[in-house]
């Protein structure tokens, strides 16, 4: 089964731009790469998905490297709120099968 | 719209006794599944479902059992509940094509003494 490596944590001041990277060496033609995020007590969110080209959506942007083995989350202006454990999965899209989110990147946003 | 609904929010059991934590999504979803996350660490995928009728496992489905009767509930079945299945419980839902995003409920904090 593909799985994602991502940094345990990473730190950013507010208001300047924040890269989260993802590695997923063994994915295949039919994964989606997906994001969420987690902030204290709640379940995750999405925050955008892609399969091949770079994507946008008011929460962010995701940028996918052309042989698709790792991508990169971006948040253009990192603000307080941003501060949450970031996931990068898998989804297969023949089955719908979401595999685990593993610990994913903790975020820290500094004022 | 409520989305996923899970209930109770939060549940304490002894050891031995069973219960069913429930989920419940209005949006038509094919697509179902529970998660469980220990303390400082991801999600883990218990038991899945692409439909009414049809379920199968996750990573870590032993003592679990879950079934799917109709599109919209999805509960999540502990049988002889022990103190390693304490976490918290997430149901997520989403249309059944890969590439749709997944929405998840608030989450069922469960702790087993």
């Known amino acids: 089964d593909a799985k994602t490596t991502q940094p345990n944590s990473m730190e950013s001041n507010e208001e300047e731009p924040v890269h989260l990277p993802c590695n997923h060496s063994?994915?295949?033609?039919?994964?989606?790469i997906h994001w969420y995020r987690q902030l204290p007590s709640q379940g995750p969110e999405y925050v955008i998905h892609g399969l091949t080209s770079n994507v946008n959506n008011r929460m962010a942007s995701l940028a996918i490297a052309e042989d698709r083995k790792s991508s990169t989350l971006i948040l253009h202006r990192a603000t307080l709120r941003d501060a949450a454990v970031y996931y990068c999965?898998?989804?297969?899209?023949?089955?719908?099968?979401?595999?685990?989110f593993g610990k994913g990147t903790s975020l820290l946003v500094t004022p | 719209n409520a989305g996923v609904t899970q209930t109770p929010k939060f549940q304490v059991l002894k050891t031995g006794q069973s219960m069913t934590l429930q989920c419940a999504q209005d949006m038509n979803h094919e697509y179902m599944s529970w998660y469980r996350q220990d303390p400082g660490m991801g999600l883990r995928l218990i038991h899945y479902s692409v439909g009414a009728g049809i379920t199968d496992q996750g990573e870590v489905p032993n003592g679990y059992n879950v079934s799917r009767s109709t599109t919209e509930d999805f509960p999540l079945r502990l049988l002889s509940a022990a103190p390693s299945q304490t976490s918290v419980y997430f149901c997520?839902?989403?249309?059944?094509?890969?590439?749709?995003?997944?929405?998840f409920g608030s989450g069922t904090q469960l702790s087993v003494l």
């Open positions: 999965i898998l989804r297969d899209s023949n089955s719908g099968y979401a595999l685990n």
């Open positions: 063994t994915i295949s033609g039919t994964d989606y």
């Open positions: 997520a839902s989403s249309y059944l094509q890969g590439n749709e995003k997944l929405f």
